[in-house]
């Protein structure tokens, strides 16, 4: 007999706003015998139908809610919502790179599908969707025809899933580098051993944004395989890509070469014994951008994190010629909108220089947010002029 999951009193609400996730200690009792994975109905406490959506006891989200209606479970299911998701993005995204599916946002909780022009890479992150990982990737070939699926399960919330973190090819060849174009610029991919799917397509329009800016000296910190550092060489003068991975460094100068750009250099260092190294030395840059990886990952981490982008970006700012430019950038949900604007005045008024903002953007529209889950909402970018 399949699950069926009540909720406490009140706990509906949420979920019936349009959030996904139905955590553990929203629940007042489970009837029915199933296996983790496996498709549970949810109601309310008064037994009125919720939703329908995967459950695993391992995990603090014990279901995510994916059916609100009369769908069945199964594969014109995912032909449907990944066929209604990538039709989306072609409506926005010129070129043959994108999020083809982004999870809670495509009513697809814990999928992730990336498109690398001809080839595809999978992120499952639940364990009822890592369960039906070949189907998934069956109804992929269906619809687009790839020459490569490759699966990447090696973020850490598999662990609070059960599942071991493990990836490789679900379907055809897929070759260590994958080259694509962004922006007018090649890139050369990697998927296999790159940062999330290989690249970070949710700065996609932010990097373009900043030639914007990009004049004189440039220095970009967590530069990772270079993405903000080709877009601003393209108009810089000079260019100091900075990370703490000489895998990524090498990278980034692979990327320079593919596009004939002399103009940029690396520095294996930590970023933020980098930004203290360059003020000791009075040096001083026309644009500095700073892109670091997420500084909390949980609410519990949040003080401390905001001790951490505050440093970083006073430090940032007191690197910033003046009249010149600052872009610094949080990807976590924790982080939010309002409380990375106030950790920024709080760095401004300690460097002080007198800071403008000048654009605020957030994540590319292949990575669209919910408004009811503020989890989906992570990407923040401040441009700002340094007086």
């Known amino acids: ?29 489970i009837e029915g015998k199933d296996k983790n994975g496996a498709l549970a109905e949810v109601r309310s406490h008064d037994g009125r139908f919720i939703g329908k959506g995967y459950i695993n006891h391992l995990s603090k989200i014990l279901v995510r809610i994916f059916i609100r209606g009369n769908e069945e479970d199964g594969k014109e299911l995912y032909l449907k919502r990944i066929a209604a998701a990538d039709g989306a993005r072609k409506k926005l995204i010129a070129d043959g790179c994108y999020r083809m599916a982004f999870a809670e946002a495509d009513d697809l909780p814990a999928l992730i599908v990336d498109r690398y022009g001809e080839y595809l890479v999978m992120e499952c992150l639940s364990l009822g969707v890592d369960m039906r990982k070949n189907m998934i990737a069956e109804c992929l070939c269906e619809l687009f025809s790839p020459k490569g699926i490759y699966m990447r399960g090696d973020a850490a919330v598999r662990k609070k899933e059960g599942l071991p973190l493990e990836s490789g090819v679900l379907f055809g060849d897929v070759p260590d580098k994958i080259f694509i174009g962004e922006n007018g610029i090649r890139m050369a991919v990697d998927v296999k051993r790159g940062q999330k799917t290989g690249y970070f397509l949710d700065q996609k329009e932010n990097r373009f944004a900043c030639r914007r800016y990009a004049q004189g000296d440039v220095l970009d910190c967590f530069c990772n395989s270079g993405g903000f550092s080709l877009n601003a060489a393209t108009r810089a003068e000079s260019v100091t890509a900075v990370d703490i991975s000489e895998f990524a460094l090498q990278n980034v100068r692979e990327n320079a070469a593919l596009n004939g750009f002399s103009n940029i250099k690396t520095l294996c260092a930590d970023a933020f014994e980098a930004l203290r190294g360059f003020r000791e030395e009075g040096r001083l840059f026309d644009f500095v951008i700073l ?8 609410a519990a981490e949040v003080k401390d994190a905001a001790r951490g982008y505050r440093d970083v970006n006073l430090n940032a700012m007191k690197l910033v010629k003046p009249g010149g430019y600052l872009l610094t950038c949080s990807c976590s949900h924790y982080m939010t909108l309002p409380l990375f604007e106030k950790t920024l005045a709080e760095a401004a008024r300690a460097s002080g220089r007198r800071v403008k903002c000048l654009e605020v953007k957030v994540q590319a529209p292949d990575h669209p947010a919910l408004i009811t889950a503020e989890e989906t909402s992570y990407l923040k970018a401040f441009y700002l002029q340094i007086d």
């Open 1 to 29: 007999m399949p699950y069926t999951v009540y909720l406490k009193k009140g706990e509906e609400k949420r979920i019936l706003g349009g959030h996904s996730w139905v955590y553990a200690n929203e629940v007042q009792k």
């Open 291 to 298: 892109d670091p990886p997420a500084f909390c990952k949980s």
